[in-house]
């Protein structure tokens, strides 16, 4: 079956300038997580969904980052005014949580954004 | 609190040895321990995934041991093979907090033919 899809694979964008980066889950997996993996350093939680509803956004670096999820199945997440430091892999991993258990997330192949 | 911390950065080892590496954390909320498998231009794959109420679990090659007590926990990979090459996290994710995880530096572990 599909696994969790990203686009675009590779966006390069001047700084200033506003990207979305999208995230198709594995059908019917409800929880939604998007990670950043900067060079050489392991992976920081950005923000949760749970259907609709982002519970945790806690991750989020800035007001410049937002992330929306619709029909509880592709999520987009926005950056605005980009800055080099926003240069970095953006990773998407879908689950289906069960009650008491923990369920595998399953990551996509990641968004490499560079700001020049 | 949120951090784990992942020892060693890089490691070399030759086929058939033991890989070995180390992750400590703090936060006694934790209760979910996975490791991930990340080859390069790819997303991270769950190897294996521990609880807190076990002191070990083995899956073929790959082996978690749990220390509780010291909030520390290592992966052990037996008879290495040069397709183990990869970039291996730990993670860790708090109770009632949605599953988020969160994730060691990651060690880049090379196996010599």
């Known amino acids: 079956g599909a696994g969790v899809s990203q686009s675009p694979s590779n966006k390069v964008t001047e700084k200033g300038k506003d990207v979305e980066l999208r995230c198709d889950p594995i059908?019917?997996?409800?929880?939604l997580y998007w990670y950043r993996q900067s060079l050489g350093q392991g992976l920081e939680f950005l923000i949760y969904f749970q259907g609709n509803s982002a519970p945790d956004k806690s991750g989020l670096p800035s007001d410049r980052f937002s992330a929306e999820r619709t029909g509880g199945s592709v999520s987009t997440l926005t950056i605005q005014r980009t800055q080099q430091e926003d240069s970095a892999v953006y990773l998407c991993?879908?689950?289906?949580?069960?009650?008491?258990?923990?369920?595998?997330?399953?990551f996509g192949p990641g968004t490499r954004l560079l700001v020049l | 609190q949120q951090q784990v911390k992942q020892s060693p950065q890089s490691l070399i080892v030759q086929k058939g040895g033991i890989s070995i590496i180390n992750c400590a954390y703090e936060n006694t909320a934790f209760d979910y321990f996975p490791w991930y498998q990340q080859f390069p231009g790819k997303g991270p794959a769950l190897l294996i995934a521990i609880r807190p109420d076990v002191s070990e679990k083995k899956e073929g090659r790959f082996t978690i041991s749990f220390n509780k007590s010291a909030k520390q926990f290592s992966l052990h990979i037996m008879d290495s093979q040069p397709g183990d090459s990869a970039t291996y996290f730990c993670?860790?994710?708090?109770?009632?907090?949605?599953?988020?995880?969160?994730f060691g530096q990651g060690t880049e572990l090379s196996v010599k033919p």
């Open positions: 993670a860790a994710s708090p109770g009632n907090q949605g599953g988020k995880l969160i």
């Open positions: 059908s019917g997996h409800t929880a």
């Open positions: 991993a879908s689950s289906h949580p069960s009650p008491g258990r923990r369920e595998t997330q399953y």
